[in-house]
């Protein structure tokens, strides 16, 4: 069966300081691979997908960026935290446009 | 950039009792799915609706799908406290195999004993 790892939990940031994200799946070739934040719990914003390795699409302008050096793994980085960049990220796997999400248990992130 | 909008955005009602959580937008989408999702998790999916007009039910879910293809619903018979959760319309569009997925705001649900 598939699954989807995503870590850290939780994360207590500096503001200027970096950020890493990771996120893996197991058990599928060449998923589709999402990164969504999350505010107040509410509905979430695309910030990046990929359809396949080196391959990243940016959705909306911002502070932040992704990489996907392998199949199977995302990561999404920063070089300087924001405080605005604080929230909850979420990392979703997919087959395709007629398949669900899979999301991992997401990162709650708080700049301070 | 297409839009879901979501209603209500805040139900809180007493167990037994039925509900209706609408999804509206004014662009074609081609499917829809709908996720449930508690509190410091990620959501998970309930259900993918694909044909205009297609009607989905799970247990005591029912889930519909406009016959255009641009709005929701999705209603619960007998609510229970296992079903409260914060609840996500979200679209796929795009001619592309990845297809992007744009969410609603959300309907938070609360169904009290």
């Known amino acids: 069966s598939q699954t989807i790892h995503q870590w850290p939990a939780t994360l207590v940031q500096p503001v200027g300081s970096p950020l890493s994200l990771e996120c893996t799946v197991e058990?599928?070739?060449?998923?589709?691979l999402y990164w969504y934040r999350q505010a107040a719990g509410r509905g979430l914003q695309l910030l990046f997908y990929?359809?396949?390795?080196?391959?990243i699409s940016s959705e909306v302008p911002q502070n932040l960026s992704a990489s996907r050096p392998q199949d199977r793994q995302f990561i999404l980085s920063s070089k300087k935290l924001l405080l605005s960049d604080s929230g909850f990220y979420l990392c979703?796997?997919?087959?395709?446009?007629?398949?669900?999400?899979?999301f991992g248990s997401g990162t709650r992130l708080t700049v301070v | 950039t297409q839009l879901l909008e979501q209603s209500p955005q805040f139900l809180s009602i007493q167990e037994g009792e039925n509900l209706t959580v609408y999804c509206n937008s004014s662009?074609?989408?081609?499917?829809l799915q709908w996720y449930r999702q508690e509190p410091g998790e990620g959501p998970v999916l309930l259900v993918t609706?694909?044909?205009?007009?297609e009607v989905k039910k799970l247990k005591r879910l029912t889930f519909q799908f406009g016959d255009a293809r641009k709005d929701s619903s999705l209603h619960i018979t007998a609510a229970q406290p296992g079903d409260t959760g914060l609840y996500l319309c979200?679209?796929?569009?795009?001619?592309?195999?990845?297809?992007?997925?744009?969410f609603g705001q959300g309907t938070i649900l609360t169904v009290h004993p």
């Open positions: 662009s074609v989408f081609s499917s």
């Open positions: 979703a796997w997919s087959r395709g446009r007629l398949h669900g999400y899979t």
């Open positions: 990929s359809v396949g390795i080196g391959q």
């Open positions: 979200a679209g796929v569009s795009g001619g592309t195999s990845y297809g992007k997925l744009t």
């Open positions: 609706v694909v044909t205009g007009g």
């Open positions: 058990g599928t070739s060449n998923p589709n």
